[in-house]
């Protein structure tokens, strides 16, 4: 069953199991929340700007887990204040905790003209923007099952854009993959990565998955 409550997507009904897709527009990036029964995970976190947007959000979801697709500003720059306010853990890959934990600042690539422009943009934001450390560390790992915080999924390893970046494969069908791809004009790879081939790749597993519908960090959602 798929429908719409109150801005909320409805994805799946069954066997009174009920997952529900919320995003939170964060200027050009996408934060989710995942709710199940009674617990819920978070999707990145925006930039500090929408910290308090995101944070109402997820008053009453009982957050269990905020799930980092990668280590960039955009997406965990409200990492430490979300997690200390809702009391819970960040997950992040171990090929990104340097990101998260130590400023480590390493620089994407681009390809052609506008390629190489907005990775001349991304890489001054990526330098000037500071993320602090959090305090509780969950490690992601490609398969792990997202059961214990309440949600019927799996995390997935869609390395490229980052060495280290993740996405979300919920048992019903639906994926949420960072910046593994966007959908600004139209779906496409992510116009910056830090591993063309790896990126690629990636691309190509989103689609072996064939997934109902794809969220992704910046754009709308779309299916293939």
């Not at 130590?102 to 890489?123: D, E, L």
């Not at 959090?134 to 490690?139: A, E, K, P, R």
């Not at 790879?189 to 691309?203: F, L, N, T």
């Amino acid at each position: 069953m798929y429908g719409r409550f109150g801005g909320i997507d409805i994805v799946s009904i069954k066997e009174n199991f009920m997952t529900e897709i919320e995003p939170i527009p964060c200027g050009s990036a996408n934060v989710y929340i995942i709710h199940g029964n009674k617990e819920s995970i978070l999707i990145d976190t925006g930039t500090e700007k929408y910290r308090d947007k995101v944070l109402n959000a997820c008053q009453c979801a009982n957050v269990r887990l905020i799930l980092l697709t990668h280590g960039h500003f955009d997406h965990c720059q409200n990492a430490l204040y979300l997690s200390t306010s809702l009391n819970c853990p960040v997950g992040i890959s171990a090929e990104d905790l340097e990101l998260l934990q130590k400023g480590t600042k390493r620089k994407v690539y681009g390809k052609g003209i506008w390629g190489n422009i907005y990775t001349w943009v991304s890489n001054c934001n990526i330098k000037k923007c500071k993320i602090d450390p959090v305090d509780s560390i969950t490690v992601l790992e490609n398969e792990m099952s997202l059961q214990e915080y309440g949600i019927d999924g799996k995390v997935i390893k869609l390395p490229g854009h980052t060495i280290g970046s993740v996405g979300v494969l919920l048992q019903t069908g639906e994926a949420f993959i960072g910046d593994a791809m966007q959908n600004i004009i139209s779906p496409s790879m992510a116009w910056c990565y830090e591993d063309y081939e790896k990126a690629e790749e990636s691309v190509n597993l989103i689609h072996r998955i064939n997934p109902k519908k794809i969220y992704c960090g910046h754009g709308k959602m779309f299916g293939l």
